[in-house]
């Protein structure tokens, strides 16, 4: 079966520009879920969708935004973006929610901002 | 919040068995806990999840004592492409988070 599919690949934006990132998760999964991952900071949850709402999120500011559509694809937004923002951005996905079953990540979107 | 701490890096030669041990001190009791694998500049992939004593499949062993305060993972036999990052997670069963630690870089040498 078709693996998590994260787009674009590669992505430079300019400080105070905003980007979307899209997932979209292997079939059937319901629980999307987003990290960012930093070489300063490790790998960070962002948030995590289940059936189009968020049921979580992370300890980042309001800038960083998601929504899950009624396909289950997931994308998250970021605002005004700064250099700081510059990381590797994963999804996954899992049937019903990451913790107590398998998540499948995708390959990431590499941010850099200038 | 139950945060993980595993060695930063471990070392090991072709062939043989690799243990990496993580601490959850704070764990709770509807806590899972969780091994990923991941190689440079992709995502993370499962490889073990478990609740409590002992859980085997094709690739690792997870090792949970009876205090749940720690778990060990053990790969058998590392290969040269066994060469990661290694993370343990406790996933937070109320509040559906996978909380990352620092993760352990395994390096496997011929």
């Known amino acids: 079966k078709a693996g998590v599919t994260q787009t674009p690949r590669y992505l430079i934006k300019t400080r105070g520009q905003q980007v979307t990132l899209s997932c979209s998760p292997i079939?059937?999964?319901?629980?999307v879920s987003w990290y960012q991952q930093t070489p300063g900071q490790g790998l960070q949850f962002l948030f995590e969708y289940f059936s189009e709402t968020q049921r979580n999120k992370g300890n980042f500011p309001g800038r960083f935004s998601g929504r899950q559509f009624s396909n289950s694809r997931s994308e998250m937004n970021v605002s005004t973006l700064e250099l700081g923002d510059s990381a590797l951005y994963l999804c996954a996905s899992s049937l019903t929610g990451p913790v107590n079953t398998e998540a499948f990540f995708g390959q990431g979107t590499r941010l850099t901002v200038v | 919040l139950a945060k993980t701490t595993q060695p930063i890096s471990m070392d090991s030669y072709e062939g043989q068995e690799v243990n990496i041990t993580c601490s959850h001190n704070?764990?709770?009791?509807?806590?899972?806990i969780t091994w990923y694998q991941q190689f440079p500049s992709q995502g993370p992939r499962f490889i073990i999840q478990g609740y409590k004593t002992k859980v085997t499949n094709e690739v690792a062993s997870l090792f949970i004592p009876a205090d749940r305060k720690s778990s060990t993972l053990s790969l058998p036999r590392v290969s040269l492409s066994d060469t990661a990052v290694y993370y343990c997670?406790?996933?937070?069963?109320?509040?559906?988070?996978?909380?990352f630690g620092t993760g352990t870089r395994l390096q496997v040498f011929p």
């Open positions: 997670l406790v996933g937070e069963w109320d509040t559906d988070k996978l909380i």
């Open positions: 079939s059937g999964h319901r629980s």
């Open positions: 704070n764990i709770a009791t509807n806590d899972y």
